[in-house]
């Protein structure tokens, strides 16, 4: 029922952990805080977030963008 995953952690999930790893849907971990950002922005009808939080690492845009395992390099290359 999972279609794209969006989370800041984990380390609970572990059903949802192997699931991700095993390709089953789309998945991007993002910093908690960018997390909070993204959700006031959809309730407040924004077009979305921009910060300098993760800049030169895998969560940067033109690193790996968050992307957690190949099903998201698949869904976002044709997006």
């Known amino acids: 029922m999972v ?4 989370a800041s952690n984990l380390s609970m999930a572990g059903r949802l952990s192997s699931l991700v790893a095993s390709d089953q849907f789309p998945a991007y971990l993002v910093p908690q805080g960018v997390l909070c950002q993204m959700f006031r922005a959809i309730a407040g009808g924004k077009p979305g977030v921009v910060t300098g939080t993760g800049l030169h690492t895998f969560v940067a845009p033109r690193v790996e ?3 957690m395992n190949q099903a998201a390099y698949i869904t976002t290359a044709g997006d």
Do not use: I, N, V
């Open 65 to 67: 963008g968050a992307r």
């Open 3 to 6: 279609g794209r995953l969006y």
